[in-house]
């Protein structure tokens, strides 16, 4: 059980931001912080570093704590064992580390000011180093299902639901959106858009993270997102290259293997990493893939030198900077020791290390390959320029601090979150509608009992999804109750719902990944014999629909996370027309090669 530090005070982080002011404006931070950032003055940077300052840029690596310098008591027990340091700034201190990411179960993202005073607190640590360089900070904040920095931030729709909207601007400006808030908090590399095109219904890890399975549409958003991101001074990554839309197994905890001929991936997943490219993408992360085709020694991607330099590089002529995914997943360790993988990622031609399992297994490993002449200084050189780069681009050698009043101006801004809602209600998808039952309306059907899923939030995107329905609900004028049946609804809690729908005029269910054996399927059949209308909103994947029957109308959100739902109750009550089209196609469950409704479907409301 770890306990929640206070928030720090104003105070506090008036102190570290004017210090930091203060030692800029006196060159204090010199000398890296002053230094030209064309390649020279770069490459300058490089020739003063040590071989062990050179080895750390390389890496990424998470840490716990929601301060720099005084974590939690847990946080920095969590530190000692499993980096051997005590904070972050040690970290940044013992291994000179290039990147920090951010996770909110590692407590680093509490709340907006906490997380621009760790950032600044890291900062000051990587500008008191023996070369000053700034760290660059990341993060995987791709909104919808993925998100590391929750409320009071702006919450924007994901990916599949940014498919079914459909709309460039709209994908521009929500990654603006979310660029310009993580810039405020001192994040300046995010880990989205992803690229991947979901071509799979059973992918267990991608999903609704993908715009869509049409690799044409999926490239345009990609683009999209990738100036949104540019616009707002933050490094978009485009991932997991070449492509994870058709995979039955997470990378997580396997090693998945995509069966596509080296004409289908041209044609199916390398179109969105062209368009990121085409748009000037800043980082491309790899996945923990095997994808015989394109190599056939069979090594995850990530490890492969056809891929990543052959293809990424050569044929597609990317010279940005390559980022692991998180080398702590088993798709990456199945079939090297991890003091390899690091070794071998950049043999293949990656650039950043991405989040070890043992950071001093993995960085030791890089500086004896380097002793035993495995590896090049001048290969690492290579890989470091390419970061410093992009730290230049980003202008973290002219200021690599947050601001106070930055972030109350940006974070969670009432703008941001008008543009949220209006980008949300676009992406609510109807997908059934028998006989004109939706909207509804309080005079009709004032009594409404929403039961269903209620998946844990998104890192601080609230819920639970039952919950917001029936506020948001109610605050459009109905009587709304809310009863969690969960997941896998016992039989009791079938009969409960079922009790609780005695009288109602409409029963709303939150459906969430139903699967051939789920007792959500029970739910909803025990449900709609009752008589009493039944409406379901899919608030994960929209292929719910395809297992469930009897339902007088349904919905796909897309994600559980509140501006989705709050979007969805708009539509079911009629202040907002449904104008999302599917994304991906929704095949017969008993019949997969059937399609049920194809791409681009999507009802409106007739008017009344």
């Known amino acids: 059980m770890h306990h929640r530090a206070p928030a720090p005070s104003r105070r506090t982080l008036l102190t570290v931001t004017a210090a930091a002011a203060a030692a800029a404006v006196t060159g204090a931070l010199a000398p890296a912080a002053h230094a030209e950032t064309n390649d020279r003055g770069l490459q300058r940077i490089i020739d003063r570093m040590s071989l062990e300052e050179k080895v750390g840029q390389l890496f990424v690596m998470r840490v716990y704590g929601h301060s720099a310098t005084a974590p939690d008591q847990a946080d920095i027990d969590a530190n000692l064992a499993e980096i051997g340091v005590r904070t972050a700034a ?86 603006q959106i979310a660029g310009e808030e993580l810039a405020a908090v001192g994040i300046r590399q995010n880990y989205a858009p992803v690229a991947d095109v979901n071509v799979n219904p059973a992918n267990p890890v991608i999903g609704v993270r993908s715009f869509g399975s049409d690799p044409q549409a999926v490239a345009g958003l990609v683009a999209a997102q990738v100036k949104g991101y540019q616009r707002a001074g933050v490094a978009a990554t485009s991932k997991h290259f070449p492509g994870h839309g058709d995979t039955a197994v997470d990378s997580h905890y396997g090693l998945p293997t995509i069966t596509h001929t080296r004409e289908q991936w041209a044609e199916l997943d390398a179109p969105p990493f062209r368009a990121a490219i085409d748009a000037g993408i800043d980082s491309i992360m790899t996945a923990h893939i095997v994808v015989p085709a394109l190599d056939p020694s069979e090594d995850p991607a990530t490890l492969s030198r056809p891929i990543l330099t052959g293809i990424l590089r050569e044929q597609l002529g990317y010279d940005g900077v390559v980022v692991t995914d998180s080398l702590g997943m088993e798709g990456v360790r199945t079939k090297y020791g991890d003091e390899r993988v690091p070794v071998l990622a950049l043999k293949a031609g990656v650039d950043q290390l991405l989040n070890p399992p043992k950071l001093d297994v993995a960085w030791n490993a890089v500086l004896k390959a380097v002793r035993d002449g495995e590896l090049t200084e001048a290969r690492l050189d290579e890989s470091i320029l390419r970061i410093l780069r992009l730290k230049a681009k980003l202008g973290l050698f002219r200021q690599a601090y947050a601001t106070r009043a930055g972030v109350e101006r940006v974070v969670g801004s009432e703008e941001h979150l008008a543009h949220a809602d209006r980008i949300a209600e676009a992406t609510t998808t109807l997908l059934l509608n028998e006989d004109g039952f ?56 079938i009969e409960e719902a079922v009790a609780a729908a005695a009288g109602r005029d409409v029963v709303v269910v939150g459906t969430y990944n139903v699967g051939a054996t789920s007792p959500q399927r029970t739910l909803v059949a025990r449900l709609v014999a009752t008589g009493v209308p039944v409406v379901t909103v899919a608030i994960r994947n929209p292929y719910d629909i395809a297992r469930l029957g009897g339902q007088r109308a349904s919905l796909a959100a897309y994600s559980w996370t509140d501006v989705e739902l709050r979007a969805a109750a708009r539509v079911l009550a009629g202040r907002a027309r449904p104008l999302g089209r599917l994304p991906v196609p929704v095949q017969s469950a008993e019949a997969p090669g059937r399609v049920l409704y194809p791409v681009g479907h999507g009802l409106s409301y007739s008017p009344r």
Request: with cysteine; glycine share 10%.
């Open 90 to 175: 040690e970290l940044v201190e013992r291994y000179h580390v290039g990147g920090i990411i951010y996770f909110a179960w590692a407590h680093n993202t509490r709340a907006p000011q906490q997380i621009a005073e760790l950032s600044n607190g890291i900062q000051q640590a990587a500008l008191a180093q023996p070369t000053p360089v700034p760290v660059l900070i990341s993060t995987d904040q791709e909104h919808g299902i993925v998100c590391r920095v929750g409320k009071p931030a702006t919450l924007l729709p994901g990916a599949m639901a940014l498919g079914a909207g459909g709309s460039h601007a709209d994908a521009r400006k929500a990654a």
């Open 438 to 493: 939706l909207p509804l309306s309080p005079a009709s059907h004032r009594s409404v009992l929403v039961v269903g899923a209620d998946p844990a939030s998104p890192s601080g995107t609230t819920g639970p999804p039952t919950t917001t329905l029936a506020t948001a609900l109610t605050e459009l004028g109905f009587t709304a109750t809310a009863l969690s049946t969960g997941i896998t609804p016992t039989a009791a809690k």
